[in-house]
């Protein structure tokens, strides 16, 4: 059987993988556009953050350990152009302009996802970049090293914006951060938010919210960020505007399309062509709190999904049972967690969600070291569930959200998560951790 993966980084390589594990007889062939394949995108603003640091120690796994200990047949360079589902067959050229042409007993679609660039005068100029695969993080350090770059201006404030203008800062870099929305992050409970737009302007950086973006001119080498009432000027622009599932050949061969135009799998990844399967960015999932169809391209699920399509192609039949929203990031000193719904999303769900919002310590009262953290915690009235949860703090607050993660996957009322036994000493929480604190003050408005 000839399993072809198309797209060689974290879905793609995780189920090669695991597919030559499981099978090791099986024919895998892998096709990336790029000459990068398995590598952590996520440690990029950590790395960039770093002049000394290679860009290439993000690699997590070569291509040849790929090609010679686990006997994948992984060709890099080679662009899948078309999915011909009558044939079954991909074709495509490579990177010396060769066509190639495989046909595929099972086909996985894992070719990720772009970022967004708008189509505005000046994007394309020099010295303007966006931060996806590994080839920009190597492209953003050098274009640094050679500008030597002093000043920048961020479009966008999603996580990728917020941790690159940390690590700008940490090159003593001047960041300006702009965005048209009004709203810092309209995803977040308004409290916890303007706790995290604090913590970056503490840090120096400009937060320019409510600007249109109009177009982007080069003046000397300076690069000029225009908006109707507002111009911010930096050697270098990093677009970071969000991403957009690369599903143009999923469309065009036919295949459905879920939720922002990602690909639409069923539990078991598999579109609706029997022989084929999407995972990663590229592909939609369920949500655990509100079972519809959601599109949230984060690593450990494209991960799990590689892995679950491997699976399901060597005879195992598993079924995943989707997502929780559960996302976290670092902004300088503060730990940023979400998990479920927020409580517009519950609203937009057909919930009647009830909120709270509570401040209070991370560590037990007057043990040393006790840092402030925030809670928001989301509630159904009608049916009692536990439908989301966000912290804020300077410590805790990331590895504490993951026992709320683990609830909404448990489908966990507020009451039975407010009896949970969660564990205590004084360097590490208060005798009820702030999240029991939040959702007996939930209980008190259900
Ligand atoms: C800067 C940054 C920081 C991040 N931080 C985090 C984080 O902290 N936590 C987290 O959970 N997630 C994070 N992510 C997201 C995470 O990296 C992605 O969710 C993950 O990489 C998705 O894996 P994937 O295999 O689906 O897609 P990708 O990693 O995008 O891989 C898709 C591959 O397909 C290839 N491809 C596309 N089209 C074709 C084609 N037609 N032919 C051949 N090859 C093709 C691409 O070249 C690419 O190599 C971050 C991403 C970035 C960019």
Known sequence: MAFIIIGGDAAGMSAASRAKRNQQDLEIIVLEQTEDVSYSACGMPYNIADADREINDLVVRHAQVFREKQGIDLRTGHRVESIDRDSKRVSGKNLQGEEFDISYDKLLIATGASPIIPDLQGFDLPGVMALKSLEDGRKIKDYMRAKNVKKAVIIGMGYI???????????????DMVKPRPVFLPWMAEELASVVREEIESNGVGIHTGHKIERIEAEGAALRVICPDLV???QMVLAAIGVKPNSELAAKSGLDLGPSNSIAVDRSLKTNDKDIYAAGDCADAYHVVTEQKAWVPLALRANRAGWTVADNITGKRIELQGIAGSAVFKVFDLEVARTGLSVAEAEKSGFDPVEVVIKTRSRAHA??????IHIQIVGDKKSGRLLGMQIVGKEGAVHRIKAASVALHAK???EAFSQCDLAYAPPFSPTWDPMLTAANQLLKRL
């Open 232 to 234: 911010l000027e930096g």
């Open 161 to 175: 914006a917020l941790e690159m203008c940390e690590a700008l800062r940490a090159r003593g870099i001047e960041v």
């Open 412 to 414: 966990m009322t507020v």
């Open 367 to 372: 043990h040393p070291g006790s840092k402030t």
